[in-house]
Structures are given as C-alpha cells and as structure tokens.
C-alpha cells in the first residue's frame, strides 16, 4: 500500500503559512510500503493535522489523498480498520476502564492478538502491575506506552506515532522503539512519526519538514 | 468492554422516567383503544338495548304557535327532508282522528261505570313494537282494538289508583275489560266494542289499526278537514349518530327525549374516550420526546468518549448498537407489561359491564395494538439513534 498527497493544506492555514513546507500544497508526497518517514515541524504547524488527514478523522483540507492510488473518501473508515494504526498525542484513551480493558477495547474489535501477546507487551513496557488498574491513575508517561501497545493490535501498512515519546524517558523509549521496530517488521509496515525536532530512534528514509 | 464503558453513560433517572410515563401513557392508551371497541358495537349495532331505534318528533308549542295552531303541522316538504337524512331509515306519520270519540261503559258492563272523551292516531302495523293477536280490524265487524302506552298503564297504577284508593290494574286485567266507543263526525253517529289488547313502550299515543281509522276518518269527518301531520315517527339506522341532536336542535323540533338518552351517552362517551385518547397519546408522545432529550444529553456528554471509540476503529452502526438495544429492551419490556395492565383493567370493567348489561364478548385488540406501536416505537428509535450518532461520530 501506498499513500500519496497532491496539493495538501489545512483549511486554517494560509498559502503564506505553509510556504515552506515538504508536504503542504507540494504537487506529490508519496508514503511507501516498509519505508520511514519523520515529519518533523515546531508547534502549530499541522503535524497532528497533517496524521489526521491521512487517518481520515479530519476532513478539512484542501487537495486530495490517495490510497493506492485510489480515492476514495467513504472507504477510509475501513483504511483506519485495516491498513493505518496511529498513536494519537492525546491518546483517546477511556479512563474509565482498566490498561487491559482500553487494549482489550480495540483487540475485541480487530482480533489481531492474543490476551498472552498483550500482556507479554505489557509486561514489556514495564507496567505489568497496573494492568487491571483504572486508566485515570495512570501519568501521562504510562498512558503513552499504553497507547503505543493499543495501536499494535491490528494489521496495519502504515502507523502514524504523534509525538509517541514526548513524555517518556529513555529507557522505556528504547524499550518501545525495539517494540516497535519488531512490529514493523512484522508487518511489513511504514511508519510515519512526527516530532518537533530531529530523532535518532529510527533510521529514517525521508525526514519532512512541515 | 464497549458495555461497560457504554453502560457508565447511562443516566439512569431518566430511563425510569422515560419508562414510567411510556407505561402510563400506553396502558392508559391500549385500556381506552379496547374499551372502545367492546363498547361500541353495544351502541351502534343492533343489540338488545338499542334495536331499532325510534324516536317521535313534533314542533315545539310556543305562545305564539298556541294563538296560531298550523304551526304545528309538518308539512310536506319537512316530511321529504327528514326522509332524505343518512341517519333516518324510516319516516312515518301519525294519522289523527278527525271526529269526536266517547269511551263509556254500560250498566251490564263488568267494567267500573264511566264516560271520557278520546282521541285516537294510528300508524302502520310495521312501526309498532308489539303485535297483539286481536290487533285487526275488520269492517264488517262492530271491534276496535286499543294499544296504550304502557307508562299510562304506570301512570294509573302509581298515581291515580294510589291516589283515589282504586284497586290496581294489571295489563291481564285490563285486556279483559270490554268498553263501549261512540264516534260522532260528518252528521253520523256509530257505537262500536273495545278493548285494550296491548301496551306499547315505544309509541306514546293511543292507537287504533291504522286502516279502521283511515276508514273512519273518511266516514265520520268533514271532507275539508284533511289529516294533518302534527307528529312523525322516526327510526334511525345509526341510533348512535351524533348528528340527531344536532339536526333536531337546529330545527326546533322536539323530541322524545329519553328516547334519544343513549345517543347523547353515546356522544360523551365517545368525546370521553376521544379525549382520554388523546391524552394519553400526549403522555406517550412526551415520553418519547423525554429519551430522545436524554439521549441527546447522554451524546453531548460523551461526545469525546463516542468520538475516540470511532477513532480507535468502532464504526457508528457498533457505537449505536448499545443505546439501540438498550431503549428498545426497555421499550419491549414496558410495552408488555402495558399490554398486561391493560388486560387487567379490561377484565376488571368487562366483568361490570357483564353483570349490567347481555353483550358479546370482542376480541381482545390491546396486545395487537401494543405489537404495532412496539414495531412503529423501535422503528423510529433504531433509526434516530443511528442518525445521532453518525452525526456525532
């Protein structure tokens, strides 16, 4: 699979905003299958944006987007089901339910892994002992791991990490980076990350600046 | 999980609530449909209490009609509306005697000694509610046969016997007395024999075989004293048909009113249940406006929870899918016990019915009713539902 952008802008940005941009309003940016991209850009200059156009969840933007090579508006729900897992910066996490219970919440839906894969991820990202604790306890550092394992549970080409590491310290990083990277590979997957600055984690093919 | 999480946005106040002024609204709703289709063919149709239902009219007397009596008459043209009206089948006119009548009794009478003046009407045989076997007569033959109405019989027996310390007459006793009638008109005079040989509840008149008074009325009165028609006899095919009293009040007739008793009970029952329908269709309608408002508050609350279930891949038919399931389970459940409530009033008010009046049992409609309002209630839930929340997510 591949993912192509013609001419993309967010609505609530000016011509004159994205200028400069690698992405925004170029003719072509093509994503490919098992390929690294980093898009890298300060605050406020549409990264979340640019993921959520791709994911389908926001809708306004100016140009098109094509799913290999196709476009097809309607279709990008079952994209989101079957081809694209993202880690979202704000997590869309429930605190109202347990860590097993939110990855369970999305594996119910996929059956992609099995309740001993995901607690053998758990037990990775070292929080094995709050699996059956309530999400609102949990510190942001915590909810971004659980939300990176929650995004590997079902197939995917591409997986889109906002600022996955933002609050997190090294040692868990690298723990999720190996996970990651396994996963990846696995799947024969893309990835596209966002980040305010350069990152050396992954070896990217393609570093865009917004 | 999408259950547990789904089941925490529940306000539960407001499904009770909803769920209690469903169950009052269509209990209510379905006791009144039922009521309404066992009682109404006891009104309508033609069942003991109400058969053939008859009514006599006439113009109502004023001052100024007593100084100008052909006000009084109906004229033909009258006559030919009452008979175009849907609800009237049969019009029928009162003939009146245009001669002089005398009961008295004679000294070999076994009959108490007394002389009265009478007048006599007659109708035809058809409109008369009973049928006695000497109601004939017979011109060579010197018998006149008498119905009065029963409630003169009543009359006699209540009050004047009562009054005057006479004994008290039965109808057998009556049909037994032979009297004698003398009719005078035209400068001839006849005698002729009589007796009572029926009592009529439906014809407030003393009455005499219609052909002995057309004959009579030919012999004995002048001929420029023509029958005038001062009473007319109505039967209704739709006894119950409000529009009667309507017509008559706007005609100035009046009618016998007790008569016509039923079809005003027929009236406000009807307005009755109409309003009590409608009342409890309001009730029923407020309650579906009451979860449509909570579920829209259950949506604006958990706008961001629903957001990120479609966000993490749940598509708006599976986050519909609990809120779908949870009104229409409530709905089914308090529908049902609506439809058992309902039974139960209906037993309670057949079983009075029954011991008052002889009807035929109707079908029982409410579970019909109450299976078309849950089909019509989940058909409009299960599609705003998922509207809402498309909209949302």
Known sequence: ?210 | MLLKLQKKTLIKSQIIGYAFTLLIGMSILLTVFQLYIDVNPLLTEQTDIFKKQSAIISKKISLFKTLNKEKIYFKEKEIEELKKLDFIENVSVFQNTNFKVQAFTSGSSNFPMFQTDLFFESIPDIYLDINPEEWKWNASENFIPIIIPENYLNLYNFGFAESQGLPVLSKNTISNLTFNLQITGNYTSQNFKSRIVGFSSKINSILVPNDFLIWANKKFSDSNNSNKINRVLLEFNKPADEQILNFFKSKDYEINKEKLEFSKLFFFFKSAIIFVFIISLIIVILSIAFIFLSLNLIIQRNKEMLLNLANIGYTYQQIAKFYQIMISVVTVFVLFFAGILSTTFRNMYLVKISELLNFKRQENFIFIGMFLVLILLLGIYNTIIIRKIKKVV
């Open chain 1, 1 to 210: 699979m591949q993912i192509e952008l013609k001419n993309i802008k967010p609505q609530y940005m000016s011509e004159a905003e994205v200028k400069a941009s690698d992405i925004y309003l170029q003719k072509s940016v093509v994503f490919e299958k098992r390929k690294k991209y980093l898009i890298k850009a300060n605050s406020g200059n549409g990264k979340t944006s640019i993921l959520n156009f791709i994911y389908g969840s926001n809708l306004k933007f100016d140009g098109e987007i094509f799913y290999n090579k196709e476009r097809k508006e309607k279709e990008v729900f079952t994209y989101r089901k079957e081809h694209i897992s993202y880690v979202f910066q704000d997590f869309k996490l429930f605190p109202s339910l347990t860590l097993l219970e939110n990855i369970q919440l999305k594996n119910r839906l996929t059956n992609y892994k099995t309740e001993e894969e995901i607690i053998a991820l758990i037990n990775r990202v070292q929080l094995g002992e709050k699996k059956n604790d309530l999400l609102e306890k949990f510190s942001l550092g915590q909810k971004q791991r659980v939300a990176i394992i929650r995004a590997l549970c079902q197939p995917f080409d591409f997986l889109l990490l906002d600022e996955p590491f933002s609050h997190l310290d090294n040692e868990n990083i690298e723990i999720l980076i190996s996970i990651l990277k396994e996963e990846l590979e696995k799947q024969q997957a893309s990835l596209l990350m966002t980040s305010l600055g350069t990152v050396s984690c992954f070896e990217f093919d393609r570093v865009l600046n917004l």
